[in-house]
């Protein structure tokens, strides 16, 4: 009983939270008269006012968060309070459904930025912004946001941040207490999307367009204010400046941090992960430009490096904006990108999928075994970097890309059960449990998921969860023992 008030009063602060969010919205519709101010405003009054119960009905609840509150707060927080998030959306466009709005909450929130909406250049400003600004809070964690201010209300927040953490969060030189590290990493992506809103100005978007794109790059989000997303603006300027943001969003954040306390690079050099996905993602564009140039897929060089460059990037970087039509590129090029989305991203990074930290553990355990089979008397530790890998890390980044690749398997027969072909089955569960959107056939860069039935948009809603909370902590909660402990 005590864990469920705690679980309810913490629950109510992160409602209260998005009433606040939503207001932004209302705001914008009211300065610019868009036409959605009504849906805005009773999403936000019923959203505050559900939160404000709650919070006062549970508030001589228990301070302390348990383990398994942690976990299932996780859990709650990303599906739950999604319900509240969709109702702007079902207000403004009452011919949506409640499954393809959620759906839509759902990828904003996890990032994947994968759309059923069709018509995004006619949509009023504020429901573009909607989206957006779910994208943008999504990416660092809704949890990790409410760990930077649950120690004012004097509910620790240690639980929180080890059950959601997006990632291997590097401890060393960031602030001790939790608190001052989720505020220390929010400081790094607010600072790192200004710059990049203002860099998108520049290079000739709005600023409108602008700050939507920003906070879609930052979070990894993918979603665009057009229905061609970065094609509409077909400008080479403005597919570098995104470019380069998403290989920055694509990296931990606190590597960020350290370079910008401490105005150095040194932070980027040290870092394997980075290294690692700059080798493996610019490399993978060098060589898809010549695969594209070979079929004559584009008529020099150049072209084909420029939109392979851009579509793998985002692709890889789990973001999901394209310029181009890649389901009409040679199958090579954008089955070699969905791979990439699965192991590009950096852990501590807003993308989604195994992360490059554990890729790189997994490569350097088989280094080891192949060196065992050859000297099997010799003594040798796993080492990343200048960091010796215990058993237990090697045994739980096993476990967790069996676990992955159990995952991807049972959804994706799922899909195929219920009628959809082998392609858009496997490309659309590997877009939306990597939180990266777009898929190929049906759910191509050129289409959306409103082509699937409720079943299918529920299975891919489910895997965008499950992605986004990395797998355990939906996991866990369905095994007893959890419990017992």
């Not at 509910?155 to 220390?184: F, H, N, W, Y």
């Not at 989604?352 to 089979?373: A, P, S, Y």
Request: charged share 10%.
């Amino acid at each position: 009983m005590n864990i469920a008030l705690t679980i309810i009063h913490i629950f109510s602060v992160v409602v209260m939270g998005f009433s606040g969010l939503m207001s932004t919205c209302l705001l914008t519709s009211l300065i610019f008269d868009d036409g959605a101010t009504s849906a805005f405003a009773q999403g936000t009054w019923v959203t505050f006012l559900t939160g404000c119960l709650l919070f006062l009905l549970t508030r001589r609840s228990p301070k302390k968060v348990s383990k398994q509150a942690g976990f299932l707060l996780v859990t709650l927080c990303w599906s739950l309070a999604s319900v509240f998030c969709t109702f702007p959306l079902l207000l403004f466009l009452p011919e949506l459904s409640f499954v393809d709005a959620y759906f839509e909450v759902i990828s904003g929130l996890t990032t994947t930025g994968a759309t059923v909406l069709s018509g995004l250049d006619r949509l009023p400003m504020s429901i573009n912004l909607w989206r957006h600004e779910l994208t943008w809070f999504g990416g660092i964690g809704i949890i990790v946001f409410a760990v930077a201010i649950l120690p004012i209300l004097g509910i620790g927040g240690m639980q929180l941040l080890k059950s959601e953490s997006p990632g291997a969060v590097k401890e060393s030189d960031l602030p001790p207490r939790i608190a001052q590290t989720a505020k220390a990493l929010w400081l790094a992506y607010v600072v790192i999307t200004v710059i990049c809103i203002s860099a998108l100005h520049l290079a000739g978007m709005s600023w409108f367009d602008a700050v939507c794109h920003a906070f879609a790059a930052m979070s990894l989000g993918g979603f665009s204010t057009h229905d061609a997303s970065v094609g509409y603006f077909d400008s080479l300027p403005i597919e570098i400046v995104l470019t380069t943001f998403q290989l920055l969003a694509a990296m931990n954040f606190a590597t960020h941090f350290l370079a910008l306390r401490k105005h150095s690079f040194k932070p980027y050099l040290k870092d394997i992960e980075v290294r690692g996905m700059l080798f493996v993602v610019l490399g993978s564009c060098v060589m898809c430009a010549f695969v594209l140039r070979y079929y004559g897929t584009y008529p020099d060089f150049l072209t084909a490096l420029r939109h392979t460059t851009f579509n793998l990037v985002t692709v890889a970087t789990t973001c999901g904006f394209m310029s181009q039509d890649f389901n009409q590129w040679p199958i090579f090029v954008p089955m070699w990108m969905l791979f990439l989305s699965c192991i590009s991203a950096s852990s501590g990074s807003t993308g989604g999928g195994i992360r490059m930290i554990r890729t790189i553990i997994l490569m350097k355990q088989t280094q080891l075994e192949m060196f065992k089979f050859i000297h099997p008397y010799a003594v040798k530790s796993l080492k990343v970097g200048d960091n010796t890998i215990s058993n237990d890390i090697v045994t739980s980044v096993t476990g967790y890309i069996f676990l992955y690749f159990m995952c991807v398997i049972v959804l994706v027969f799922t899909l195929l059960l219920s009628g959809l072909d082998f392609i858009t089955a496997l490309s659309a569960i590997i877009a939306t449990f990597n939180n990266m959107g777009p898929g190929l056939n049906l759910v191509g860069p050129a289409t959306n998921f409103s082509v699937l039935s409720d079943f299918q948009t529920n299975v891919c809603s489910f895997a965008m969860l499950l992605g986004r909370v990395q797998i355990f902590s939906i996991i866990i909660l369905f095994v007893p023992e959890f419990w017992r402990k």
